[in-house]
């Protein structure tokens, strides 16, 4: 069963970039192509897809953030990337990274555990 | 934009079947999933492709969709089915997530 973990910085700035990384890991072997996501969930809120990237390169980034966003994902090291600029207390949230082990775009079938990002000077 | 919505709560008996719908134009002719979100926890897919459960989640859970209506059936509800839970689709080129649906099991 695939493993998720997110890494970054706790607290960012205003106005600053965020930048968060997601590394799977996994017991068995086997194919490193998967279809890669970022979703957060802001304090009292749901949950908000920020972009998704399939292993080939193919990135789809939700409109609202689209001109914010940048992904990244590295097959052979199993790591996915998100960068997210200009950001403002309203990005505060926790982050997940998800992926889907099929390379299908529209479901997740494993998330990790979030990473929590306040934006705050 | 694409709007999927979802009741803000719904409450169920132990033993009872909960239901939680998820309404959006078309939504028949879109796959839909459903994820469970505990406190503390990291979202639980348990349902897929509208209504295909993923390996380890219980029978309880069932999921159908058409029109433009997608419904999650919790069956035999147990006290540890209380969480949130979220549907989503895929439109236009990205994914969408219905607001949130409190499910408590009182």
């Known amino acids: 069963q695939p493993r998720l973990q997110e890494s970054g910085p706790g607290r960012v700035q205003p106005s600053e970039t965020l930048s968060l990384s997601c590394s799977l890991s996994r017991d068995s072997t086997g194919s490193n192509s998967f279809f890669w996501g970022w979703i957060r969930q802001a304090p009292g809120k749901g949950l908000e897809w920020i972009g998704s990237m399939s292993s080939s390169g193919r990135t789809f980034y939700n409109p609202s953030l689209q001109s914010r966003i940048s992904m990244s994902v590295d097959t052979a090291e199993n790591h996915c990337s998100l960068r997210l600029s200009s950001v403002t207390a309203a990005d505060t949230a926790v982050y997940y990274c998800?992926?889907?082990?099929?390379?299908?775009?529209?479901?997740?079938?494993?998330w990790g555990q979030g990473a929590l990002v306040t934006v705050s000077s | 934009s694409y709007d999927l919505t979802q009741p803000s709560s719904v409450s169920v008996s132990p033993g009872q079947t909960a239901s939680i719908t998820c309404s959006g134009e078309g939504l028949g002719g879109k796959y839909v999933s459903w994820y469970q979100l505990k406190p503390g926890q990291s979202p639980l897919l348990v349902i897929f492709e509208d209504n295909k459960r993923p390996s380890g989640i219980p029978e309880r859970f069932s999921g159908s969709n058409s029109g433009n209506t997608a419904t999650l059936t919790i069956s035999g509800t147990q006290a540890l089915d209380e969480a949130d839970f979220y549907c989503q689709a895929w439109d236009n080129g990205g994914a969408i997530f219905g607001g949130r649906t409190k499910l408590t099991v009182l």
């Open positions: 998800a992926i889907n082990t099929l390379l299908l775009k529209y479901y997740f079938d494993y």
